[in-house]
Every structure is written in structure tokens, then in C-alpha cells.
């Protein structure tokens, strides 16, 4: 009955996904490949624990 208000966390790891990848192009855009990097990386974590809220 309660369980509508429980918040989504695939929800919130969605919207912090496509944040990380925003700021990768935003850091591409301004030519710190450095940083486009290391927020690449951090958005495929994410992505990865999508699928693992997605498949569990």
C-alpha cells in the first residue's frame, strides 16, 4: 500500500547518468579531454548500476 512513495533509485541513478554525461560533453566542448575522461568513466559506472537495478 505504502509502496507508492517509495522513491525509484533507478530513477536517481538515471538522472545522475545523464548529469555525468552533460558535464563529459560540456569538459569535451572546452577541450579538457582529461575530464571528459574521468566523467565518462564515471557515467558507465552508473550505467552499469542501472542495469544491475534493471536485471536484480
Do not use: C, V, W
Amino acid at each position: 500500500m505504502f509502496g507508492i512513495f517509495k522513491s525509484d533509485p533507478t530513477k536517481k541513478l538515471q538522472k545522475a547518468y545523464e548529469r555525468k554525461l552533460e558535464q563529459a560533453m560540456e569538459a569535451a566542448r572546452n577541450g579538457d579531454m582529461h575530464a571528459n575522461a574521468t566523467l565518462t568513466a564515471e557515467a558507465q559506472a552508473l550505467r552499469e548500476q542501472i542495469e544491475a537495478h534493471k536485471s536484480g
